[in-house]
């Protein structure tokens, strides 16, 4: 039998080359050929020497193990969670610098009670610096351990123990460092070998890990996206920094659903749940109907303008009202100017060309800006409606009327087609004063469905774009120039 050949395999894109050399041949990278000895292999594959132990299979249901999860009495951030923090599961919370994470954790680590305490580690502020924000945020006198570090060995050797914190904040993890490792802190080997020693123990002694991952814009070095994978929950800090919203969201959850939103507003006491965000994403603008938030919907420059479009939408299970503007300008250039804001903009221009194709309008020839009120992202299709009603209203000079939300996905039919969650929309929208919601068609086969929020808030079905259309055209407002002459 011939000897077992020693074989350089590249760990980038897994070549086998038969000599080592610097750069592998396949994929170009430079010093990834790592020498694998192959061992002596049966005909199928496994050696032959050591047979592998039985497993024992159980079925889906049985005793489970986890204990209780923790809540922090934070109800948005419970929410985002799932239902609070699972005990021994690490949960990574990226954002922007100064968006607020810090400020967020150190509440939750002040509210939450747990077995052990919790305790809040910084690697990048002083000891005095989290005091003077503690007492800022009305917490000092919380009972939160709280320590400056940035050696992984340091802090497993503190929190190793039977008796450890129930809730560990590592505050960020770019910052941390491990000594075993040559790079710098904040490379990606000491950000994946740093939070590797972390989750471990955490899992081992139980606790609840919060790391915190600084997302660059570019995100070449520090981006904890190589964390993704390592952790059970990943959420998002985001928001306008001009802006006093900030929105929590889950994109990876092993305990929870994902696409779960938690709103808050940055006040001068730290953060704030906001409860009823749609009163807070429609402030400032008419409201149809004052009963459902006085303060939060009365607001300058409430004056009902064209070019605006309030969007009945889903985030995660909640109903979330925003307004959605557009604003359609002369092109000045040859290449009309886009400019998006909380939006997609392939999507953008997907509509644009349906509106030009479909209802025979000029909208692509101009520069168009179009901006989703407070901050937040939409990523939802079922916004297609509510932009093309911006949109046109903003090209027709024709304002929305303003108790009415808009729904629907459009197909590049110009069809407007059915979205999920109508129920939750139309009644989000009955609660806050709206009275007429613009919607897709209702299948024939849903007739026989209790319609709860149809009794408060009238219902038009917009089947075709060109409806829409007509809808937002000088018919309906006869002071107005009419599409055809505003389009040529
Ligand atoms: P911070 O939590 O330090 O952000 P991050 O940890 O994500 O980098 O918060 C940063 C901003 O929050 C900072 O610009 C100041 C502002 N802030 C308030 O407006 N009110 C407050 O009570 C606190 C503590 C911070
Ligand atoms: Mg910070």
């Given at each position: 039998m011939a000897r077992a050949q020693a074989r350089f395999a590249c760990q980038q894109c897994g070549a086998v080359h038969v000599k080592w050399t610097?750069?592998?041949?396949?994929?170009?990278?430079?010093?990834s050929l790592i020498e694998e000895l192959p061992r002596e292999v049966t005909p199928h594959g496994l050696s032959k020497d050591r047979r592998g132990r039985q497993l024992g299979f159980v079925g889906l249901t049985g005793p489970s193990m986890l204990p209780p999860r923790r809540g922090t009495g934070i109800a948005e951030l419970d929410r985002v969670c799932g239902g609070g923090f699972v005990p021994g599961s690490a949960i990574l919370v990226g954002g922007d610098p100064g968006i607020g994470k810090s400020t967020l954790l150190l509440q939750a680590a002040a509210a939450i009670a747990v077995p052990g305490g919790a305790a809040y580690i910084t690697g990048e502020e002083a000891i005095d610096q989290v005091r003077l924000r503690a007492e800022r945020l009305g917490v000092?006198?919380?009972?939160v351990l709280l320590a400056a570090a940035s050696s992984v060995r340091d802090i497993v050797a503190s929190l190793d123990?039977?008796?450890?914190?129930?809730l560990v904040v590592v505050d960020s993890i770019q910052t941390m460092y491990l000594d075993t490792l040559d790079s710098a802190p904040g490379t990606v080997s000491q950000v994946r070998g740093a939070a590797q020693e972390l989750i471990r123990l955490a899992k081992r002694r139980g606790f609840v890990l919060i790391l915190v991952g600084h997302v660059t814009k570019e995100g070449v070095i520090a981006g904890p996206r190589v964390l993704e994978h390592m952790v059970d929950t990943v959420l998002y800090f985001e928001g306008e920094r001009g802006h006093q919203f900030r929105i929590l969201r889950a994109v990876k959850n092993r305990f929870g659903a994902t696409d779960e939103i938690g709103v808050f507003e940055m006040s001068d006491r730290g953060l704030v749940e906001v409860a009823n965000p749609s009163a807070l994403f429609l402030a400032g603008r008419a409201a149809p109907d004052v009963d459902a938030d006085e303060d939060a919907l009365?607001?300058?420059?409430t004056e009902h303008l064209s070019g605006s479009a309030v969007f009945a939408g889903i985030e995660g299970t909640r109903p979330v009202l925003v307004e959605v503007q557009a604003l359609i300008a002369p092109a000045v250039l040859g290449t009309p100017r886009r400019a998006v804001v909380g939006w997609d903009g392939t999507r953008l221009a997907m509509i644009t060309a349906v509106l030009d194709a479909r209802c025979g309008l000029s909208v692509g020839i101009n520069d168009i800006y179009l901006n989703v009120a407070g901050g937040l992202r939409i990523v939802e299709p079922a916004a297609d409606l509510a932009v093309a009603a911006a949109l046109i209203s903003a090209l027709t000079e024709t304002p929305v009327p303003a108790d009415t939300v808009v729904f629907g996905e459009i197909a590049l039919s110009g069809d407007v087609r059915p979205v999920g969650h109508t129920e939750a929309r139309l009644k989000e929208a009955a609660k806050l004063g709206f009275g007429t919601a613009w919607a897709p068609p209702r299948r024939?086969?849903?007739?026989?469905?209790?319609?709860?929020a149809e009794a408060e808030l009238k219902t038009v079905a917009i089947g075709h774009l060109s409806e829409l259309v007509t809808r937002l055209s000088a018919r309906h407002a006869p002071h107005r120039r009419r599409v055809s002459e505003i389009s040529r």
């Open positions: 610097g750069r592998c041949e396949g994929c170009g990278a430079w010093n000092s006198e919380s009972p123990r039977e008796d450890g914190p129930g009365t607001g300058a420059g024939s086969a849903r007739t026989g469905r209790s319609r709860v």
